[in-house]
């Protein structure tokens, strides 16, 4: 005949040390400094390479279509705006999805005028139902672009 071991009850065991070691933890983290801060009152300082919001120069802006063509993903199409420049004869200029784009840079890289740049401006959001930002307003300072 086989003999049939007793195995204890797991039930009846108190897990002591997972209790020690957890609440170890806790007492740890009680004292060290949060890693969260209290946005929007508290900001964190951007690394110095981070890089999201798009602005345009419009007067530096000669329509070329380059910014266009070279966006992977077709995040800026080009839009009229009856505006007077002699540099831009087409009256064309850049507007931009902040939604797909995906801060590549292509469009800073290709850009014959320096019209086009990434920053580190990033609270873009909005309620309007659009991530897109005209190019009037990808020329104005975030707090002023309606949100
Ligand atoms: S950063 Fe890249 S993805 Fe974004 S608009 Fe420019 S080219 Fe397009
Ligand atoms: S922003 Fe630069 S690349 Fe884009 S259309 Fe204007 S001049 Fe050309």
New binding site residues.
């Given amino acids: 005949m086989i003999g049939v071991k007793e195995v204890e009850d797991p039930k009846k065991r108190v897990p002591l040390i997972g209790m020690i070691g957890g609440m170890a933890t806790v007492g740890k983290h009680l004292f060290e400094k949060p890693v969260t801060v209290q946005y929007p009152e508290q900001r964190r300082e951007m690394p110095e390479r981070f890089r999201f919001r798009?602005f345009l120069k419009l007067d530096d802006c000669v329509g070329c279509t380059l910014?266009e063509q070279?966006?992977?993903?077709g995040?800026?199409k080009m839009q009229p705006v009856d505006r007077e420049n002699p540099r831009n004869k087409r009256k064309i200029y850049p507007d931009?999805n902040f939604g797909?784009?995906?801060?590549?840079?292509?469009?800073?890289e290709i850009c014959p005028t320096d019209a086009?740049y990434?920053t580190n401006v990033f609270e873009t959001s909005r309620t309007r139902n659009s991530f897109t930002y005209s190019p009037e307003e990808l020329a104005l300072e975030e707090d002023k672009v309606k949100k």
Avoid: D
């Fill in positions: 798009i910014c070279v966006c992977p993903n995040s800026i931009v797909t784009c995906t801060v590549c840079r292509n469009c800073q086009i990434l």
